[in-house]
């Protein structure tokens, strides 16, 4: 459960972010092996407590292991827990158990409460000393406690099973994986540089191809425009020409134009001929010679109108060859002026020069890459032939395995061969070991005297001893050794009897020395809680007064001695002579003691709340839980009891938690709480101290009516 505890706590505080959880008190301690034993043995299951920051964060936590039903914990809040103080014996033999612990300074008040009031002592007397003496709990290096209050514990300790041994093998295993992690990170990294270095390479390629991309642009822009200069002066050359052929048009236009009006001068002339009958004015030549001229005008007419058309022809065309030099050629001279313009030769040879830096620092880059990737290719290359090299080595040694385990096969059969043969002449010897008893004791020169005889001699002996025999065939052969053996056994048995006796003398001093420190114990804590029982009661009680008597065998039922002191031990020596305590008070302090039969129910329940303050006093505990304690009280016993209270929470740093319906202990709490019950649902709510004052007088004055 515990486990499961821990394990749900490392879960919730990773899931939800919460720090300030430091671990169980186990994992944060180191010290010596040879302490081990007695850590276990006075923090017990307190090496699983965890130690938390503040109170606030292990209660967020418990309210996360009960809605998952993670386990049970226990926690150690450090704003919470003070350290005790302890004033430790000045001895060599005597040594505190928290100078032995290694621990982060911040956790001290944790383990001040865990291990502060325990010292390692030589040996169980001294610890038996340290106790009785100093008050203090005790233990050996073997594990054996001795307790501030009398209680002794002790026996075998398996150390083999020690949980901080585990735990340092856990932690030593912890430690060896996160450097194998970190090792491991270190080689991440390491492959990380290799890929970045080829990346870089890659880069630099893409980079390299890029620059050689940028240098055939840069060519073919070159051409381009060494293409539009060879167009711009094809252009201008064509400008001139057609600026020639222009003029010429312009030259032919004009000639054309007189031809034209030549000819319409002609036609003048003509119509005016034509007004007039000519052929009658003609002579028979002219007339023969107009007759030859009609076909002539006729084809003149056609090539009239033939000139026209090639004209007009002309005419569009230079149209259209002048569209084209105005929307087209003088357009591209522009752009090409603007590239030309724009190429200036100075920025080119920055761009080029740059462009050349450029690719000396891609080189410087290629070759450093090239470089480191060469070391780690010679390192690869090394580590290669180490591991080469461990492999031939591991077969050879394999190789040798296998002949040693051929060799130690081939040995285990003769062995097995040599174990059977030696079984069976252990076997005979057994046999005639066994017909030699049965011949009886022999003596000592026996094996001597026939040792120098023949095997047939020693037949014929053997066989005439046979026959002798037969005549005692009824006596016993055998009891000479039964009576040695006899004889043995009953000084074996006479010797345990002796050990066995001298072992119950000693066990019997140790049940003494044990009961007689068991009553001084006993007494010794009665006289403390007896001595705190009369100034308490007297405390509670004003003018009264009460005291303790131990009830002894010896006493009777009516031994009325109340003397506290102790008393020297009988010859019994046994704890069992104490048969109980008797109390006797006096309410009033005059008359005599009441015993608690004679007393009421609220006299019971001062004199109960006496004795639990007497042993606080002389036991303090961390807190005490009062369910309704002043509910049988009369008043000024309730007010005693609300002030003591207070006192002792004030002095002692004691947690007191009560329920009550009486307004003396809320007066004097520090915190109130009310719990209400509505739908049959508890609730707990925080209450000022007026409203709670309020809550009680109303509650009386109701039960009242």
């Known amino acids: 459960d515990v486990r499961r505890g821990l394990n749900s706590i490392r879960k919730i505080c990773r899931e939800y972010n919460i720090g300030g959880v430091f671990g169980p008190i186990i994992e944060l301690l180191n010290c010596d092996e040879k302490f081990f034993t007695a850590v276990e043995v006075t923090a017990g299951n307190s090496l699983f407590h965890v130690v938390v920051e503040k109170d606030e964060i292990s209660t967020q936590i418990i309210r996360h292991l009960n809605s998952l039903k993670g386990g049970r914990v226990t926690f150690i809040p450090l704003n919470r827990v003070k350290a005790p103080h302890v004033t430790y014996p000045q001895s060599s033999d005597v040594i505190p158990l928290l100078k032995k612990l290694n621990f982060s300074s911040k956790y001290a008040p944790a383990f001040a409460q865990v291990f502060g009031r325990t010292v390692i002592c030589r040996d169980i007397d001294v610890a038996t000393r340290v106790a009785r003496t100093d008050g203090l709990d005790c233990i050996t290096l073997e594990g054996d406690q001795v307790s501030k209050k009398g209680g002794m514990t002790g026996g075998f300790y398996d150390y083999r099973r020690s949980k901080l041994k585990f735990m340092n093998i856990i932690m030593q295993n912890t430690m060896s994986i996160n450097k194998k992690e970190e090792e491991l990170k270190g080689i991440g990294l390491e492959l990380q540089n290799i890929l970045f270095l080829l990346q870089l390479e890659q880069k630099i390629t893409a980079f390299v191809t890029e620059q050689q991309q940028l240098d055939a642009k840069r060519v073919l822009d070159k051409s381009v425009l060494e293409q539009h200069k060879q167009?711009?002066?094809?252009?201008?050359?064509?400008?001139?020409?057609?600026?020639?052929a222009l003029e010429n048009k312009r030259k032919s236009l004009a000639d054309v134009q007189m031809q034209i009006d030549q000819l319409r001068a002609s036609m003048a002339m003509k119509r005016a001929e034509m007004g007039t009958e000519l052929i009658d004015h003609l002579t028979p030549e002219e007339k023969d010679l107009l007759?030859?001229?009609?076909?002539?005008?006729?084809?003149?007419?056609?090539?009239?109108?033939n000139?026209?058309?090639?004209?007009?022809?002309?005419?569009?065309?230079?149209?259209?060859?002048?569209?084209?030099?105005?929307?087209?050629?003088?357009?591209?001279?522009?752009?090409?002026e603007a590239i030309i313009s724009a190429a200036e030769a100075d920025a080119l040879l920055d761009e080029a020069e740059s462009k050349r830096q450029e690719l000396m620092d891609a080189n410087l880059l290629v070759e450093d890459a090239t470089q480191q990737l060469k070391r780690v290719s010679d390192r690869i290359d090394e580590l290669t032939k180490q591991l080469r090299g461990i492999k031939d080595e591991k077969n050879n040694l394999k190789?040798?395995?296998?002949?040693?385990?051929?060799?130690?096969?081939?040995?285990?059969?003769?062995?097995?061969?040599?174990?059977?043969?030696?079984?069976?002449?252990?076997?005979?010897?057994e046999e005639y070991s066994k017909k030699i008893r049965e011949l009886g004791p022999l003596s000592s020169d026996a094996f001597e005297t026939y040792k120098r005889k023949q095997i047939k001699e020693l037949q014929k002996m053997l066989h005439r001893c046979n026959e002798q025999l037969q005549q005692f065939s009824h006596v016993n052969k055998k009891a000479l050794d039964q009576y040695v053996n006899f004889t043995e056994q009953r000084e074996e048995l006479q010797k345990r009897q002796a050990e066995l006796d001298s072992g119950d003398e000693k066990i019997k001093e140790l049940i003494e020395v044990l009961d007689q420190r068991k009553d001084e114990s006993i007494e010794r804590t009665f006289k403390g809680v007896a001595r705190h029982f009369r100034e308490v009661f007297s405390e509670l009680v004003q003018g009264g007064h009460g005291h303790l008597v131990m009830m002894k065998k010896k006493d009777g039922d009516d031994d009325d001695d109340d003397d506290d002191a102790p008393r020297e031990a009988d010859l019994e020596g046994r704890v069992e002579k104490y048969i109980g305590v008797k109390v006797k008070v006096s309410f009033t302090g005059q008359g005599e003691t009441q015993s608690m039969k004679q007393l009421s129910g609220g006299q019971k329940t001062v004199v109960a709340l006496t004795l639990i303050f007497a042993i606080q006093r002389c036991d303090p505990a961390p807190f005490y839980l009062f369910d309704e304690i002043d509910a049988a009280l009369d008043p000024q016993y309730r007010t005693a009891v609300g002030n003591m209270i207070r006192r002792l929470a004030d002095m002692a740093n004691t947690q007191f938690i009560t329920t009550t319906f009486r307004p003396e202990l809320v007066k004097v709490a520090d915190h109130i709480y009310g719990v209400t019950h509505k739908n049959r649902v508890s609730r707990v709510n925080v209450v000022s101290k007026e409203d709670a004052l309020d809550f009680i007088e109303h509650d009386q004055s109701h039960n009242a009516e």
């Open 231 to 244: 167009d711009i002066a094809n252009a201008n050359k064509q400008k001139q020409y057609t600026s020639k």
């Open 291 to 305: 007759s030859r001229l009609n076909p002539e005008i006729t084809d003149l007419k056609e090539q009239l109108i």
């Open 307 to 336: 000139c026209r058309s090639d004209r007009i022809e002309t005419e569009s065309r230079k149209a259209e060859l002048e569209t084209n030099l105005t929307t087209n050629l003088k357009r591209q001279k522009q752009e090409l």
């Open 399 to 429: 190789g040798l395995e296998d002949a040693y385990e051929r060799t130690l096969q081939d040995e285990a059969k003769e062995l097995e061969q040599l174990l059977s043969k030696r079984s069976n002449l252990l076997a005979k010897q």
